[in-house]
């Protein structure tokens, strides 16, 4: 099977610094596809810079793919793994092709270029433009060259082993993934971020102009990619998951509603989705404008504009995309749309018709298998006052609607105001997806699971389960950092063996469509989420008094300490009607609003 694996930066600015010592780490059948965090709800994109040196990998006679094209050399992460690095899926969106769809990859090109020889694919290629995550950074590194893959087989893979596939970015190692399990294939996919990738304005409906939504569409040009091609990696074309986290989650959603023409997944793992509504292109044609004025482009006409906007130098596009927030771009109109200051994908009418949500509740999506959920405590937002914090990430909203939604949180449910705020907030933008996804999925009889993550990130201050804090733990200590900057903390034997539960129940759903075919014989049995019971399950490690998170009693902690270290933490439990009903009232006025 493969999976698609969907990341984003945005969150890594709201997480803490972590209070060890950053150590560099290397980045190294069913497959598994990756895509990277959706730029248009995040800055940027996790695709990181690689850290280890070229001599800790190492090549074999027999490492190498021929694809009928081309034949690539790959290299050794770990005995059993090979990483084919930086694999063109695409045409490169240079010079006139910026903003608009990607073109499938000239192959005769390739063919031409290689001479007959081998192509040597053992390095990382450069990542795609970063966009600022707002937290003072400055984005800009990397390359428009980007549309590229890179893919992590098991070593001696072959067209006839059918392996699912999964994919992943470079600075979020996956080799583990494999050495655990032989079975998948890992696919990481770089497309285009931010302004590059999600430039929106009215015009764009006209192709003539440019495109819409560009970077998903290259998302859907490397599925289609991996289609034509994974077999010679050894893996399965018919059987690929897509997976992603945060603004990854909402790419996943998004492929499930949009129309790419063809079927290209069949399976989608959502962990956090990221519900920040989609705008129309007219709504950000505010942000636009001033994105164009701030490169240098603010003269004449839209197609003019758009004109100097391609002959543009990436550091000033840079520039004007990492400027263009509060208070500096609000600053610029009185309009309510100018909430929307983020390039978001948009509903485009063609491969995404509607708005997800909508679409998702009428159950017009791709059935298939499905594990959403998200973290104990998500809130990505700050700040004091509901109605500001909603504004914020819902601009439409009214003050009717904030005001249904503060009653639903009645203040007697919470030990102080700022946990009700995040407890709204939280459900609003991340939490609720659990619940709305998976009550449109089982109701239409597909095999669906959830979760809640309760397993904080160590290396993050405080005591909560924030945003994105499985990350760390899937990925072996790894956190992500500005402009693709990766660090790595060494996990210790009880976090390394939660980290191999993790791996195990997320692989044995990329090969069977099913967490607990091939989950490990220590680890409790995910029970499917009904509508009657809502049963989903706690992910966490075996934990003392002192590691519990949130939820959790300390009685229930010390008892699976005393199971020792290799035993599971894990356990089920059923959604609570009360958080059923707010989430019911936050798809009927949220979701309103923002449709």
């Keep these: 099977m493969t999976a698609l694996n969907t990341r984003n930066l945005e969150s890594v600015h709201l997480k803490k610094a972590s209070s060890s010592k950053p150590t560099p780490r290397t980045q190294a059948r069913s497959s598994l596809m990756w895509f990277a965090a959706f730029t248009v709800l995040l800055a940027g994109v996790w695709y990181g810079s690689v850290l280890a040196a070229p001599s800790e990998l190492s090549s074999g006679r027999g490492d190498v793919v021929d694809t009928g094209y081309a034949r690539y050399r790959g290299n050794r992460a770990y005995h059993n793994t090979v990483a084919y690095l930086g694999i063109p899926y695409a045409e490169p969106p240079l010079g006139e092709r910026r903003f608009r769809a990607p073109l499938p990859l000239n192959t005769t090109r390739i063919r031409l270029q290689s001479r007959g020889e081998i192509v040597d694919a053992t390095e990382y290629p450069d990542f795609c433009i970063q966009g600022t995550t707002g937290g003072g950074d400055a984005g800009g590194a990397g390359s428009e060259d980007c549309?590229?893959?890179?893919?992590?087989?098991?070593a001696g893979a072959t067209r006839r082993s059918n392996r699912y596939i999964y994919g992943n970015p470079a600075n979020w190692p996956f080799e583990h993934w494999i050495n655990q399990n032989p079975n998948v294939v890992i696919v990481s996919v770089y497309y285009r971020l931010s302004s590059f990738g999600f430039l929106s304005i009215p015009e764009l409906r006209d192709s003539t102009n440019g495109d819409l939504n560009a970077g998903f569409l290259d998302q859907i040009e490397a599925l289609k990619w991996v289609k034509r091609n994974i077999r010679h990696f050894g893996g399965n074309p018919n059987r690929v998951t897509i997976n992603g986290e945060s603004a990854g989650g909402s790419s996943v959603?998004?492929?499930?509603?949009?129309?790419?023409?063809?079927r290209l997944f069949s399976g989608a793992i959502a962990q956090s989705v990221y519900r920040t509504p989609l705008p129309s292109p007219e709504q950000q044609v505010p942000l636009f404008n001033y994105y164009a004025t701030t490169a240098g482009c603010g003269e004449g006409t839209v197609a003019e504009k758009l004109a100097c906007l391609r002959k543009a130098p990436v550091s000033a596009l840079a520039r004007a995309q990492d400027t263009a927030r509060p208070p500096t771009f609000s600053d610029e109109t009185s309009s309510v749309e100018s909430g929307y200051f983020q390039f978001h994908p948009v509903v485009d009418g063609k491969v995404i018709k509607d708005y997800p949500t909508r679409l998702i509740t009428q159950g017009k999506f791709a059935r298939v298998p499905l594990i959403v959920g998200a973290t104990s405590n998500e809130t990505l937002g700050g700040g004091e006052v509901i109605r500001d914090v909603l504004k914020r990430?819902?601009?439409s909203i009214s003050?009717?609607?904030v005001g249904a939604l503060e009653a639903a949180y009645d203040p007697e449910d919470f030990a102080t105001p700022n946990l009700r705020l995040q407890a709204l907030v939280g459900d609003s933008q991340l939490i609720c997806a659990r619940s709305i996804m998976g009550t449109a999925f089982s109701q239409r009889g597909l095999d669906t699971y959830t979760y809640r993550y309760n397993q904080r990130n160590p290396t993050n201050g405080g005591t909560?389960?924030?945003?994105?804090?499985?990350?760390?733990?899937?990925?072996r200590g790894t956190n992500t950092g500005l402009n693709g900057t990766t660090t790595f903390t060494e996990l210790n034997e009880t976090e390394q063996n939660f980290a191999?539960?993790?791996?195990a129940y997320w692989l044995s759903f990329v090969r069977t469509g099913n967490p607990n075919t091939?989950?490990?014989?220590?680890s409790p049995r995910w029970a499917p989420y009904r509508i009657g019971s809502r049963a989903r399950i706690v992910l966490q490690q075996v934990q003392d008094t002192a590691?519990?998170?949130s939820g959790e009693s300390p009685e229930r902690a010390a008892g699976a300490a005393s199971e020792g270290r290799k035993g599971s933490g894990s356990h089920m439990e059923n959604e609570t009607v009360k958080e059923t009903g707010r989430c019911v009232i936050v798809a009927n006025q949220v979701e309103r609003q923002q449709n």
């Excluded at 549309?147 to 098991?154: D, M, R, S």
Aim: glycine letters at 6%; charged letters at 20%.
């Design 500 to 503: 191999s539960e993790l791996i």
């Design 253 to 262: 959603e998004l492929h499930l509603v949009a129309d790419a023409g063809e």
């Design 464 to 475: 909560g389960v924030w945003h994105a804090a499985e990350n760390w733990m899937m990925f």
């Design 147 to 154: 549309l590229k893959v890179n893919i992590y087989a098991p």
């Design 518 to 522: 091939h989950k490990l014989a220590r």
């Design 393 to 395: 990430f819902f601009p």
């Design 547 to 549: 590691q519990a998170g």
């Design 399 to 401: 003050d009717a609607d």
